[in-house]
């Protein structure tokens, strides 16, 4: 075995599965909350991501600073979405709200080209931009940082959930709102925090993976697609799936690329996709449900 | 605003067609003009791209015109849109030709639309310049297309005659966008790597804007690579890879295709485009003729020339110099743009071969403090 190869390539499958395992999330939570699948969830990433590069640009203020605007402004836009795009729906079937979630992305998109333009913009880095060699294996420093932040997150977000009150209440609108309702949740305002919480996940991303990928409005587009594909690896509506199902997708893809085909590399994502949704349709982490009457 | 767009356009042609044909009249009563062709997009998606080649082949216009015209005629140049399509321009071809009885035409840039208007510009035996850079167009047995632009299969092979002369490297590694534009490239690399002696030690490919390239790069490493070529089309593509070749720690060199020294990726990518070589179609200030275009071009429109039109400007100034020595005669036409060799140009020394390809060389550039840097002039010969 070639261990520094084998290690570089699981250190970027590790950073690239981060990511997917951020955005994946977002998705699953709002499933979760209300049923539907978010198709703007790429565009999660792709908003902070230009917002974040206008601050820097605008305003000469601690990388710090930017990221707590970012983060603030993508919960409050998380807010604006489901009022505009899910609440006015909210009583309709699942269809019309999936439609008019890609009606957002697509807006979205073009809203990004009318107002940033369509060069691609760089992001500056917060770490330095030369590679770490530890025992002979290259590491960019932004990929420790995508990869410690992603379980920060993550451990956060078990707190939270877990742990508080106000998570706790998001746990049982999502089992089942009638009940929470009954129980005196206020589940309108419980949808809304979980959709300001999906949306901040995407600014974490977008953050996260700005400074690598450079910031461009289709940049959400195929990042969401295999965000989606993790999720359903991993058992659609579970969270440790999709985290799992994310940062599993990422490895495949690298080591996939270079011991079978680098062609095909975006191709084993979806190839993944086709056998679990054959052999095990529930996912990794899925259990079987029946279908409910 | 499509609408107002479309009009503002349509304006905006009739208004010029009004003036040129106003001025061509006037010449006429002088001494008779010359009518000559030109189908560039003026509505429709390359309407952008349309208004810097009319940008480009006005101000040749202006300057052929403004010496005396071709043997005391003054020129009149006939636009047509092509409406960003190919049936527009075979449309805009028949228009041309048939309503407008041009004598030559400055046709289009796009490949797929050059291919669209082929046979019939074979049919009516007319001389038609063209910007398409896909080899095969010049290789169909037309003998009346005639290219201003440097072809695919010249990046290609300057690459390798520059691995092969200058950096005396022998083992090469190639990674291509699997496009069809990389996959073209790729292939040609990877033949005349084989006709040059060269060894392609590894072929990896992509998909157009992936975002991680540790696997396709550690793999070119691994298999020992002197060089990597990278054929990308697009430019953030190229940045990507610039700069994870550079935290890989730059293991080899790395030869790129024009996509790597443009101003796009070079943007993005900044330190680690450093040190980088790349091919360029041509580079800015290179020659004396490029130096007068950029002068000319800012005093006229007051700002910089695209480097992709200037072809429409070249291509006007070759067929005039062949109308002079030839008259209006169409098949005399084409030996005299045959027959041209050694002509200065915007985008570098044209000599014409019996398949009708202009330019034969390419600029390689290494890039220093965030701009290319000429090293090398590379004339890959007539083939």
């Known amino acids: ?293 | 605003m499509l609408n107002t767009k479309r009009i503002l356009w349509v304006t905006l042609f009739s208004c010029t067609l009004l003036a040129t044909i106003g001025g061509g009249m006037a010449a006429a009563a002088a001494g008779g003009e010359i009518r000559i062709g030109f189908t560039p997009p003026i509505t429709g998606a390359s309407a952008s791209e349309g208004s810097f080649q009319i940008k480009a082949i006005k101000l040749a216009l202006k300057e052929i015109n403004a010496a005396g015209g071709v043997n005391g005629k003054q020129i009149n140049l006939i636009m047509v849109d092509n409406q960003s399509s190919n049936p527009g321009a075979l449309a805009a071809l028949q228009k041309a030709v048939e309503q407008e009885k041009v004598l030559a035409l400055i046709g289009v840039v796009k490949s797929t639309q050059v291919l669209a208007a082929s046979d019939a510009i074979k049919g009516y035996g007319i001389p038609t310049f063209i910007g398409g850079t896909n080899v095969t167009l010049t290789r169909q047995g037309n003998p009346w297309l005639f290219r201003v632009r440097p072809d695919d299969s010249i990046t290609a092979l300057a690459m390798i005659k520059y691995i092969k002369e200058d950096l005396k490297l022998s083992k090469v590694g190639v990674l291509h966008d699997s496009d069809a534009f990389g996959t073209g490239g790729g292939d040609l690399v990877e033949t005349y790597a084989k006709e040059y002696g060269l060894t392609v030690v590894r072929r990896e490919k992509y998909t157009t804007k992936d975002k991680d390239y540790t696997a396709q790069l550690l793999s070119v490493k691994n298999a020992g690579a002197e060089i990597l070529i990278a054929y990308s089309t697009n430019p953030e593509d190229a940045a990507v890879i610039q700069r994870q070749y550079r935290q890989l720690g730059s293991p080899f060199k790395f030869l790129g295709s024009p996509a790597h020294q443009h101003r796009d990726a070079l943007n993005l990518a900044r330190d680690a485009a450093e040190g980088i070589f790349a091919i360029a179609d041509f580079v800015p200030g290179q020659t004396e003729a490029n130096r007068k275009y950029a002068e000319d071009y800012k005093k006229e429109y007051n700002e910089e020339y695209d480097g992709l039109s200037a072809w429409t400007y070249d291509g006007l100034k070759i067929l005039v110099n062949a109308i002079k020595k030839a008259g209006e005669d169409r098949a005399k036409i084409q030996e005299a743009i045959l027959a041209t060799q050694g002509y200065q140009g915007v985008l570098g020394t044209f000599s014409f071969t019996p398949n009708g390809d202009g330019l034969h060389e390419v600029s390689v550039v290494q890039i220093e403090k965030g701009t290319p840097k000429l090293l090398k002039i590379l004339n890959v010969g007539t083939k």
């Not at chain 1, 760089?122 to 030369?130: K, V």
């Not at chain 1, 078990?158 to 706790?168: A, I, P, R």
């Not at chain 1, 690896?233 to 270079?258: C, D, K, M, R, T």
Request: with cysteine; charged share 10%.
């Open chain 1, 1 to 293: 075995m070639d261990w520094p190869t084998n290690l570089q390539m699981l250190t970027a499958g590790l950073a690239m599965g981060s990511i997917y395992a951020l955005v994946a999330l977002g998705f699953v939570l709002i499933f979760n909350a209300v049923g539907v699948v978010n198709f703007a969830q790429g565009e999660f990433v792709m908003v902070p991501a230009f917002v974040a590069v206008w601050l820097m640009d605008m305003l000469k203020i601690p990388f710090g600073l930017i990221y707590l605007i970012t983060v603030i402004f993508m919960g409050i836009f998380g807010i604006v979405f489901q009022r505009v795009a899910y609440y006015p729906l909210r009583n309709r079937t699942f269809l019309p709200v999936i439609i008019s979630t890609i009606g957002v992305s697509i807006f979205l998109r073009n809203g990004a080209q009318v107002v940033f333009g369509a060069e691609p913009l760089l992001m500056h880095r917060p770490t330095p931009p030369n590679v770490l060699k530890i025992t002979g294996v290259f590491v960019d420093p932004q990929y420790i940082v995508i990869i410690v932040c992603t379980l920060a997150l993550l451990a956060f977000q078990y707190f939270f959930f877990e742990k508080t009150s106000l998570g706790k209440k998001m746990q049982a609108t999502a089992q089942d709102k009638e009940m929470a309702r009954l129980l005196g949740i206020r589940v309108a305002t419980m949808i809304a925090i979980t959709f300001a919480y999906s949306s901040i996940l995407g600014a974490a991303a977008g953050i996260l993976i700005g400074p690598i990928f450079y910031v461009t409005k289709e940049m959400g587009g195929l990042l969401g697609l295999k965000a989606f594909c993790s999720s359903i690896v991993g058992g659609f509506g579970s969270v440790p799936g999709a985290v799992l199902g994310g940062i599993f997708l990422g490895i495949v893809e690298v080591f996939a690329a270079y011991y079978i085909s680098s062609a095909y590399r975006d191709a084993f994502a979806f190839i993944m996709l086709i056998l679990v949704l054959l052999f095990r349709p529930q996912g990794f982490f899925g259990e079987k449900i029946a279908q409910k009457a």
